[in-house]
């Protein structure tokens, strides 16, 4: 059985459309709200994933 991309999956990395995310560490420190970009350089940097956690908060 393949997995079918929808809208109710969750997004990550570049498949999160948000301009501004709230960044939390994987021990649950916070980061602060930041862009997007800085958002997916600091997973990057640190060889992580951004994961989109609450798409319908502000900032998600």
Known sequence: ???K??????R???EIRASEVRLIT???EQLGIVS???ALYIAEK???DLVEIA????PP
Do not use: D, Y
């Open 1 to 3: 059985m393949s997995a």
């Open 5 to 10: 991309k929808n809208e109710q999956s969750t």
């Open 12 to 14: 990550i990395n570049h």
């Open 26 to 28: 994987v021990e649950g």
């Open 36 to 38: 997007i970009r800085e």
């Open 46 to 48: 640190r060889g992580m």
């Open 55 to 58: 798409p319908n908060a502000t």
